[in-house]
């Protein structure tokens, strides 16, 4: 597909940007991000990205850690450890098993997921080879009141299932747990070969290119997991129509963001709500 969807400049870019990412492995970053205090390996701080909850450089107050205190946040873990193993088959159970929890720190979400919880855990084997786990909480779909089918037991679940019917390269860590609290939460790997595309750096060829390329990603995806590829085509068509519809919503979204970026500045500037930036919040930690 990418031969057809991108100019051969453009695919050397594609492939300078896959043999940078095969470079971010748990090794590369287990330097940058970790370091041994005598006993065990713990995690940096980098807040406002990373942080140990209960930690010196925590942005909690003391009413807020809930289920995320404890002893280093191991509490919430050590119940939810067990119950994520079952999810897992059978070889990457004894795969997991060659290693030992270090440290747990709180992760940052992007904006897409503002508001759940999210943390990040070094385990390390006999070697001190290094894995970095992501558990991440998982709510109801946004859909889900538009669409009926079956009761969705656990959301983790939901998400898990989903990613590995749709991906064509799965996460093998892929599971998920319910914490003391009740919440749910799926685990996968944590910035392994991962690749991201800056747009904001494209050109209108390589943005043409990179839609083409995504649009074929997700009919593929829609292919392997639903069933009804036939129905998705008919249903899209042959005319403007669909993707008309596509942009005037795209256009509409961008002029809310605007709308609603105008009323946080105006927050900011009277004083209703504080902002911060990296450098300052940065400037008030121990780094």
């Not at 140990?52 to 873990?77: I, K, P, Y």
């Not at 946004?142 to 799965?170: D, F």
């Not at 003391?180 to 944590?190: E, V």
Request: with cysteine; net charge neutral; hydrophobic share 40%.
């Amino acid at each position: 597909m990418a031969e057809t969807a991108l100019t051969p400049e453009h695919r050397r870019a594609v492939r300078r940007g896959m043999e940078k990412a095969a470079s971010r492995t748990h090794e590369t970053l287990f330097e940058k991000m970790a370091q041994h205090d005598g006993e065990r390996w713990v995690i940096r701080d980098a807040p406002p990205a990373l942080f140990h909850v209960l930690g010196a450089n925590t942005l909690f107050t003391a009413g807020e850690t809930d289920e995320l205190g404890g002893s280093h946040g191991r509490n919430m873990l050590d119940g939810m450890w067990s119950e994520y193993l079952k999810t897992m088959p059978h070889d990457r159970r004894e795969l997991l098993a060659q290693f030992t929890v270090q440290d747990i720190v709180f992760k940052m979400v992007g904006v897409g997921s503002v508001g759940a919880r999210c943390m990040a855990v070094l385990l390390v084997d006999h070697m001190d080879k290094p894995l970095f786990v992501q558990i991440k909480e998982a709510r109801p779909s946004v859909i889900a009141r538009y669409y009926k089918s079956p009761a969705v037991k656990h959301q983790g679940e939901r998400v898990v299932q989903g990613q590995r019917m749709l991906q064509a390269a799965k996460d093998i860590f892929l599971g998920w747990a319910t914490s003391s609290l009740g919440r749910h939460y799926y685990f996968r790997q944590l910035r392994d070969v991962k690749l991201s595309a800056s747009i904001e750096l494209f050109d209108s060829d390589l943005l043409n290119g990179y839609a083409r390329l995504c649009g074929w990603v997700m009919a593929r995806a829609h292919a392997k997991a639903s069933g009804q590829a036939v129905e998705v085509s008919a249903y899209i068509g042959r005319g403007d129509q669909f993707a008309e519809a596509l942009t005037a919503y795209a256009a509409s979204y961008a002029d809310q963001v605007e709308r609603d970026y105008d009323v946080f500045v105006k927050a900011c500037r009277s004083g209703a709500i504080e902002a911060r930036s990296d450098e300052d919040m940065a400037a008030d930690f121990r780094m």
